[in-house]
């Protein structure tokens, strides 16, 4: 009899399944950095432009595909893991509650009205970037999950109203004492998320 030894017990591997999307983003996020990385600097604002960073010349050149694949570019290595670490441990909560399409399309909507902020904010003050990241949509599951203890009487997953709000106030706060950071995106992807969540998670009905 020849057996494979498997250490995960049956709950960890139903939690793996529930948060199949936020693994998947993950990855998809890292192989495309590692991909960027081999072939060239990520730490180069031309060259991130150059494959599919958000910048405020697309009003002009119609490439508003940029809002979208701006979101899975990174500057660094640093930039990237700040990132990842906070989607993997925010997400699958949120991806448990809402379902994995919902929460795709939470995810996807956040980062695209996040850049569509950060668009709008650099061409009214006219302070011009070459925008990428996540983040936007980091943010937007961050704004899910207080919809969600909203809608739980300030607990969800093991995660309070004040910690997630507190959370957010951190982050923004550390976005605004700290050069290069888009906190434009980061406002309207939390904004979204929450809004995305009030349409779309159901609470359960035995909660």
Not at 16 to 36: E, G, P
């Amino acid at each position: 009899m020849e057996y494979v030894e498997n250490n995960q017990m049956p709950g960890q591997e139903r939690q793996t399944k529930r948060a199949a999307v936020t693994i998947a983003l993950v990855i998809i996020n890292t192989a495309v950095w590692c991909i960027m990385e081999l072939f060239g600097d990520t730490l180069d604002g031309a060259y991130i432009a150059e494959h599919g960073a958000m910048y405020p010349e697309i009003i002009n050149t119609g490439e508003w595909y940029r809002l979208f694949t701006a979101m899975f570019l990174h500057f660094g290595a640093e930039h990237l893991a700040n990132n990842m670490i906070l989607l993997a441990a925010a997400g699958g909560r949120l991806e448990h509650a809402a379902g994995s399409v919902r929460y795709l399309i939470i995810y996807l909507g956040s980062g695209l009205l996040g850049n569509a902020v950060s668009l709008y904010s650099m061409l009214q003050t006219g302070d011009y970037a070459v925008c990428a990241g996540a983040s936007g949509a980091v943010f937007g599951i961050i704004g899910g999950l207080v919809w969600a203890a909203v809608r739980n009487r300030g607990n969800f997953e093991g995660l309070s109203l004040k910690g997630l709000l507190l959370m957010i106030a951190l982050c923004m706060y550390y976005g605004i004492t700290t050069a290069g950071v888009d906190n434009w995106a980061h406002a309207g992807g939390a904004a979204g998320g929450f809004f995305l969540c009030v349409l779309l998670y159901r609470k359960p009905q035995n909660a």
